[in-house]
């Protein structure tokens, strides 16, 4: 039976499993970092603030599955990580959601503060 509102909406969607994949905030990081050009482990978290090692190490594992990234060991402790064919279609999207996060992130933090100032705080608990 076709869902009314369109496949991506099907439980078994391809398309479900793709946005579930690229919709993680570190595999878009990873993704957008690898853009330009291959790097080791150690740039990418360097590039990517506030990333830990192994969040890092996850990510890369599960857009290795994916076919979206390749890991390459060019020696024991030389490994590089850069795009796929497939992962390379990525960029151009990557882009314009990174551009319009650049102009408009400021609108969407000016709406969160307002949303968190109107909230009346919670009274703390008796210990």
């Known amino acids: 039976m076709q869902n ?7 439980a078994d969607c391809p ?3 793709a946005v579930e994949i690229i919709s993680d905030k570190w595999a878009v990081l990873v993704l957008f970092g690898l853009s330009q050009r ?23 594992r599960r857009l290795q599955r994916y076919g979206l990234v390749e890991r390459r060991a060019e ?4 490994v590089e990580y850069s795009l796929t064919d497939l992962g390379r279609t990525l960029v151009e999207p ?3 959601l990174t551009n319009w996060a650049r102009d408009h992130g400021g609108a969407v933090a000016s709406f969160q503060e307002a949303a968190e100032a109107a ?6 608990e008796a210990d």
Not at 38 to 50: A, E, K, N
Not at 75 to 78: F, H, L, N, S, Y
Not at 119 to 124: L, N, Q, S, W
């Open 4 to 10: 009314p509102a369109g496949p991506a909406f099907l």
């Open 15 to 17: 398309t479900r499993l």
């Open 38 to 60: 291959p790097r080791r482990h150690g740039d990418l978290v360097d590039l990517i603030g506030g990333v830990s090692r192994k969040v890092l190490t996850q990510t890369l």
């Open 75 to 78: 020696a024991p402790r030389r």
């Open 94 to 96: 990557i882009e314009v």
């Open 119 to 124: 909230t009346p705080a919670r009274p703390r």
